[in-house]
Structure formats: structure tokens, C-alpha cells
């Protein structure tokens, strides 16, 4: 969340809770009472929001995580890609005397 989106979602919190305020006051609480009741409407959407917020900390769904886990994704993929392209231009000794020193034996689709 940018700093521009955090003052707009203060200012339409604090428009909610004048909203709620007015309204509660229009079906007929006096103003102390609406205050009291827009005071609670607010406090049951702040928590709400929290709770949301904590449910992704846990399960692990937060915006940074999941980009995080695409970044690794195409990362991997591109230095797999990289690395195959590198072994498949060697020769198919080189391949044999590499695979051997890792010890997996023959390279995929060669005959002894």
C-alpha cells in the first residue's frame, strides 16, 4: 500500500464514521447515542480489516509472499532453461565426465 492509498483509506474510514454517525442520528438516536453507535460500527470494521490481514500473515497469502513465490518461479525456470542449454552444447563426453562427477550416471537419450 502506497502512502497516498493509506491517507485515502484513513479519510474514507473517517467519512464512514461521519456517514454512520448522521444515519444513526436520522433513524432517531439522540447524539450521544449515535456517537457511542458510529463508534462501534467503526471499531467492528477496523477489527474486521485486522483479522483479514492476520488470516493472510498466517496462511501465508500476503501481497509480498506471493510475489516472492512468482519471482522464485521464473527465476528457476529461466536458470533451468539456462543450464540445460549449457550441458546440451557440450559434447557428449563432457556430458558423460560431468554427469559422472555428479554422480547420475549416463546423460538422458545417449546409448552406451
Known amino acids: ?10 479519510l474514507a474510514v473517517t467519512l464512514v464514521g461521519g456517514a454512520g454517525y448522521w444515519g444513526f442520528q436520522a433513524s432517531g438516536l439522540d447524539g450521544f447515542s449515535s ?8 471499531m467492528l470494521l477496523v477489527l474486521g480489516w485486522t483479522s483479514s490481514y492476520l488470516f493472510r500473515v498466517v496462511t501465508g ?11 522464485r518461479q521464473r527465476y528457476e525456470a529461466e536458470t533451468t532453461e539456462a543450464l540445460e542449454a549449457r550441458f ?6 563432457e556430458q558423460q565426465r560431468l554427469l559422472e562427477e555428479i554422480g547420475q550416471g549416463e546423460p538422458e537419450g545417449s546409448t552406451p
Do not use: D
Open 61 to 71: 497469502r500476503m501481497t509480498y509472499m506471493q510475489q516472492r513465490k512468482r519471482y
Open 35 to 42: 456517537g457511542i453507535a458510529a463508534s462501534g460500527l467503526l
Open 1 to 10: 500500500m502506497t502512502r497516498g492509498q493509506a491517507i485515502l483509506l484513513g
Open 88 to 93: 546440451a552444447a557440450l559434447s557428449p563426453e
